[in-house]
Antibody, heavy 122, light 111 residues
Framework: QITLKESGPTLVKPTQTLTLTCTFS??????????VGWIRQPPGKALEWLAL???????RYSPSLKSRLTITKDTSKNQVVLTMTNMDPVDTATYYC??????????????WGQGTLVTVSS | QSALTQPPSVSGSPGQSVTISCTGT?????????VSWYQQPPGTAPKLMIY???NRPSGVPDRFSGSKSGNTASLTISGLQAEDEADYYC???????????FGGGTKLTVL
C-alpha cells in the first residue's frame, strides 16, 4: 500500500525559506520509472505543479518557480524534501506530494498525500 | 494563467452524461498522449481518474471515460451520481521545459 504524507511549518513569514518533507511508504525511490512530485493549490484555486525528482536523481522544476525551488531525496529514509526560498503571501497554499510513475508512453501522479496548508504572513 | 483551458463549471442531473473539455495547442495536447484527469471532492486530495488519454486505473468506474481530438482532450462522465460532484483537473506531461501542466479546473455540479 502506497502512502505519502507531507510535513513542515504551517506558518512562515515573508522572505523566509519554506522546507517541506514528504515521507512515503510502499515503494522505493530507487526503482526505475518512479518519482515523487510536489503540487500546490492556493485556497479556491487550481492545482499548480512545482517539482519532480526521479529514481535516477533527475530533477524537473516549474519554469516559473525554478529559481526558488530545490528538490532532493533521501532514499534510505524514504523522504523527499522541497525548499522554496523568498516566500510571499501569494505562496499561501495547500502543498501536496505525490507518487509519480513514468514509462515511454505514460506519466501520472497515481497516489497523493493529504496535503499540508502553508500560510505566508507576517 | 493555465496553459490548458477548461470550462469553469458544468452541471447535469443524476443519470445524465456530462463532458469536460481540456483545450491546449498543437504543441502540447495535440502532440502528446500523456493526458491525465484528476477528481477532487471538496476538502480532499486529488484522485487519478484517467491516464494516457483514455485509460482507467483499477477501481475507477467505467462511467468515466477519456478521449482526445486534435488539441482538445475530454472527460466524459455517464450515468451521473451525486458522489461525482467535485472539481476535475486535466494534466499534461510533455518533454518540453514546461514538463507538467494542469488545467484551470472544472467544478461539476450534480443537480
Amino acid at each position: 500500500q502506497i502512502t505519502l504524507k507531507e510535513s513542515g511549518p504551517t506558518l512562515v513569514k515573508p522572505t523566509q525559506t519554506l522546507t517541506l518533507t514528504c515521507t512515503f511508504s510502499g515503494f522505493s525511490l530507487s526503482t526505475s520509472g518512479v518519482g515523487v512530485g510536489w503540487i500546490r493549490q492556493p485556497p479556491g484555486k487550481a492545482l499548480e505543479w512545482l517539482a519532480l525528482i526521479y529514481w535516477d536523481d533527475d530533477k524537473r522544476y516549474s519554469p516559473s518557480l525554478k529559481s526558488r525551488l530545490t528538490i532532493t531525496k533521501d532514499t534510505s529514509k524514504n523522504q523527499v524534501v522541497l525548499t522554496m526560498t523568498n516566500m510571499d503571501p501569494v505562496d499561501t497554499a495547500t502543498y501536496y506530494c505525490a507518487h509519480h510513475s513514468i514509462t515511454g508512453t505514460t506519466a501520472l501522479f497515481d497516489y497523493w498525500g493529504q496535503g499540508t496548508l502553508v500560510t505566508v504572513s507576517s | 494563467q493555465s496553459a490548458l483551458t477548461q470550462p469553469p463549471s458544468v452541471s447535469g442531473s443524476p443519470g445524465q452524461s456530462v463532458t469536460i473539455s481540456c483545450t491546449g495547442t498543437s504543441s502540447d495536447v495535440g502532440s502528446y498522449n500523456r493526458v491525465s484527469w484528476y477528481q477532487q471532492p471538496p476538502g480532499t486530495a486529488p484522485k487519478l481518474m484517467i491516464y494516457e488519454v483514455s485509460n482507467r486505473p483499477s477501481g475507477v468506474p467505467d462511467r468515466f471515460s477519456g478521449s482526445k481530438s486534435g488539441n482538445t482532450a475530454s472527460l466524459t462522465i455517464s450515468g451521473l451520481q451525486a458522489e461525482d460532484e467535485a472539481d476535475y483537473y486535466c494534466s499534461l506531461y510533455t518533454s518540453s521545459s514546461t514538463y507538467v501542466v494542469f488545467g484551470g479546473g472544472t467544478k461539476l455540479t450534480v443537480l
